[in-house]
């Protein structure tokens, strides 16, 4: 059975950084492509960023990029995201995920597992 549990969400002010953790199992990572998607109350879910387990290529969003990284460890089956410089629009339940696709992209239809999410709340 494959599960993606994320940690690391929060409460944190305008301008801070969190962590978020994507540990992963039932699943040979190396062939799955990781993402990062976060839903806002009110709004379609939206694609963040991703990484080719494999390759280590990376896709990221424009709305983070420069803010936000993600990252695998290997030998830990786990996904970070690196969320620096957070802003209020930034609040959101972020999710990950994970799918098959050979190239790290943000088309959601392309990730067949999904995590139960965790809520960052950014304050102004």
């Known amino acids: 059975q494959v599960r993606l549990i994320e940690s690391g969400g929060g409460l944190v002010q305008a301008g801070g950084s969190l962590r978020l953790s994507c540990a992963a199992s039932?699943?040979?990572?190396?062939?799955?492509?990781m993402g990062w998607f976060r839903q806002a109350p009110g709004k379609e879910r939206e694609f963040v960023t991703a990484?080719?387990?494999?390759?280590?290529?990376?896709q990221n969003s424009d709305s983070v990029k420069g803010r936000f990284t993600i990252s695998r460890v290997n030998n830990k089956n786990a996904v970070y995201l690196q969320m620096n410089g957070l802003k209020p629009e930034d609040t959101a339940a972020y999710y990950c995920?994970?799918?098959?696709?050979?190239?790290?992209?943000?088309?959601?239809?392309?990730?067949?597992?999904w995590g139960q999410g965790t809520q960052v709340t950014v304050s102004s």
């Open positions: 995920a994970a799918g098959q696709a050979v190239v790290p992209g943000p088309d959601s239809k392309n990730y067949v597992y």
């Open positions: 039932g699943l040979t990572a190396r062939l799955y492509t």
């Open positions: 990484i080719s387990w494999a390759t280590g290529v990376t």
